[in-house]
């Protein structure tokens, strides 16, 4: 069982950046793949970046490729996304999420969810 609880959202004008942050509880977070998603009002939530249980190997949607980066810690038990430049079509909700899978870019690839933070970024 893997508990995750996300943080860092906020209001951002467009152009700015932030970090969330994904706090796991257990002792098997090394073992888990860590992901990121996003859902906006009135569309489905969708991948937005991938990383391995080493963290050697990271993979995102097109859309945020360049702008964002997934790393891990897993000393810390933490799986943060940094987001720059960011556009206000990246306003959604952003959940962290766990699997065991390898290159997992589906949401129902994911087993464990967090409850995910706000961000909006203003124009």
């Known amino acids: 069982q893997v508990q995750l609880v996300e943080s860092g959202g906020g209001l951002v004008q467009a152009g700015g950046s932030l970090r969330l942050s994904c706090a796991a509880s257990g002792r098997t977070f090394s073992s888990y793949a860590m992901g990121w998603f996003r859902q906006a009002p009135g569309k489905e939530r969708e991948f937005v970046a991938h990383i391995s249980r080493s963290g050697i190997s990271t993979y995102y949607a097109d859309s945020v490729k360049g702008r964002f980066t997934i790393s891990r810690d897993n000393a810390k038990n933490t799986a943060d996304l940094q987001m720059n430049s960011l556009k206000p079509e990246d306003t959604a909700v952003y959940y962290c999420?766990?699997?065991?899978?390898?290159?997992?870019?589906?949401?129902?690839?994911?087993?464990?969810w967090g409850q995910g933070t706000q961000v909006t970024v203003s124009s």
């Open positions: 999420a766990a699997t065991l899978k390898f290159r997992a870019t589906h949401r129902s690839e994911y087993d464990y």
